[in-house]
């Protein structure tokens, strides 16, 4: 039987938008928002003031990105098969 490894945590604003590319962290609250990205307030296992920070992990990055792109695409071919008439 094969051992599941737990996902990749993200801690902070910083590290989820390097995560998906983006380089302002201040413009994280603007994507979940926006674009449904998701990222939750939680409290920090590592600080010992349980300091509040966003949290996300891999796999709900990763399904969000292949959400995102499919709606992108969908986008553009409906732009394209207005433009062109097809």
């Given amino acids: ?3 599941q490894e737990t996902p ?3 801690w902070g604003a910083k590290a989820i938008m390097e995560r998906i590319g ?3 962290s201040r ?3 603007f994507w979940i ?3 449904a ?3 939750f307030p939680r409290y920090d296992p590592t600080s010992p003031c349980r300091r509040r920070c966003y949290y996300s992990d891999e796999i709900m990055l990763q399904r969000w990105l292949h ?3 499919s709606a992108y695409r969908e986008q553009l071919l ?3 098969k207005l433009r062109y008439g097809g």
């Fill in 27 to 29: 413009r994280l609250p």
């Fill in 8 to 10: 990749r945590a993200y």
């Fill in 67 to 69: 959400a995102y792109a």
């Fill in 1 to 3: 039987m094969e051992r």
């Fill in 78 to 80: 409906a732009k394209e």
């Fill in 22 to 24: 983006l380089k302002d």
């Fill in 33 to 35: 928002k926006k674009y």
């Fill in 37 to 39: 990205l998701p990222a």
